[in-house]
């Protein structure tokens, strides 16, 4: 079964460059009309410039397919909304988001002032919101949509200097796993993608050299944005992993953990005695939502509680 896009319409934000300049590129090769939105910005998210927005636009159109580029700044909600009034304005409804777009602002935590740490959760955190707040009424409307965000292993796993950007890319997990379920009965589907690829922002973090950049193109993250930007995908939730031929799925789990005697007490000395234990991560699991995580750590009570509230 061939993948395509056409009678879609897509937002790629960031997509000047990198990761979003080929998620925009082979959207629109497989028939999807899309928007291009980039600031034009530096990685560190200063200046502003119309030119490379533009210059994926006209290669898509030169390629045969349908664009408009966008300049407008995710990190303000006025803009973001614009983004999507553009769209609306040119191709009438919107099908796809995909929240690429981000800056580094990388130094210790103790170096980073408060304006570095605030903007690039603005960026990455707080302009995913922008966008998805108001392209959700559009695929709410219409019963249908597929939003991807863009995590980091960053900030699944942690990285010197990267306090600000890690944070921003957990916040986003935690945003995917609550709109998952608010989507999830307008057919409107949610993952997460932690993409390892070179790119403008991998090269200025430095993370990078050598032979492994020509292993890590963006092109290689592509096919599974594009799978979950599609029909064929039905799942919401999930968190994956992708760069150079490599694709795996990422899960928050939850250890077996320890249940004590609420009557009998619980001291610091008890729960030291019991650390290893309660840490011990054999038999973990994943959670669908936070009921479900309920129903395990309140046992009994929890079932009381929804035996009482039926």
């Known amino acids: 079964m061939l993948i395509d896009f056409r009678g879609k319409v897509a937002i790629v934000t960031g997509a000047g460059h990198g990761l979003g300049k ?11 009309k899309v928007i291009v939105n980039d ?13 490379p927005a533009q210059k994926v636009t006209e290669l898509i159109v030169e390629r045969g397919g349908t664009a408009v580029a966008n300049f407008n700044s995710v990190a303000d909600p006025d803009e ?3 983004i999507v009034d553009e769209t609306l304005r040119h191709f009438g409804t919107v099908d796809i988001l995909i929240n690429n777009a981000g800056i580094l602002r990388d130094r210790s935590f103790l170096k980073m002032t408060h304006d570095d740490f605030a903007l690039v959760l603005r960026v990455h955190l707080l302009g995913s919101v922008y966008t998805t707040h108001a392209a959700f009424p559009v695929m709410k409307r219409k019963g249908y949509g597929r939003i991807v965000l863009t995590t980091s292993i960053a900030g699944l796993y942690g990285n010197f200097g990267q306090t600000n950007y890690g944070a921003a890319k957990m ?26 690829a070179v790119t403008r922002l991998a090269e200025a973090s430095g993370v990078f050299s050598g032979d492994i950049s020509s292993a890590l193109q963006p092109e290689h993250v592509t096919p599974l944005v594009a799978y979950l930007c599609s029909e064929a995908c039905q799942t919401s939730g999930d968190i994956l992993c992708a760069g150079g031929g490599f694709f795996a799925r990422a899960q ?5 953990g320890l249940r004590f005697d609420r009557e009998k007490g619980v001291t ?9 234990a309660i840490r011990n991560m054999a038999g973990a ?26």
């Open 22 to 32: 080929s998620y925009a590129l082979f959207l629109a090769s497989r028939g999807a």
């Open 39 to 51: 600031l034009g910005t530096s990685e560190d998210g200063s200046s502003r410039s119309q030119e």
């Open 268 to 276: 610091p000395e008890v729960i030291a005695e019991n650390f290893a």
């Open 80 to 82: 973001a909304g614009r």
């Open 285 to 310: 699991q994943p959670f669908q939502d936070t009921k479900e995580e309920l129903a395990v750590s309140l046992g009994p009570l929890f079932h009381s509680e929804m035996l009482r509230k039926e």
């Open 171 to 196: 916040g986003l997990i935690g945003f995917m796993n609550s709109l998952k379920i608010e989507g999830k009965k307008h057919n409107i589907l949610v993952n997460t993608v932690a993409p390892l």
């Open 252 to 256: 928050i789990v939850e250890s077996p």
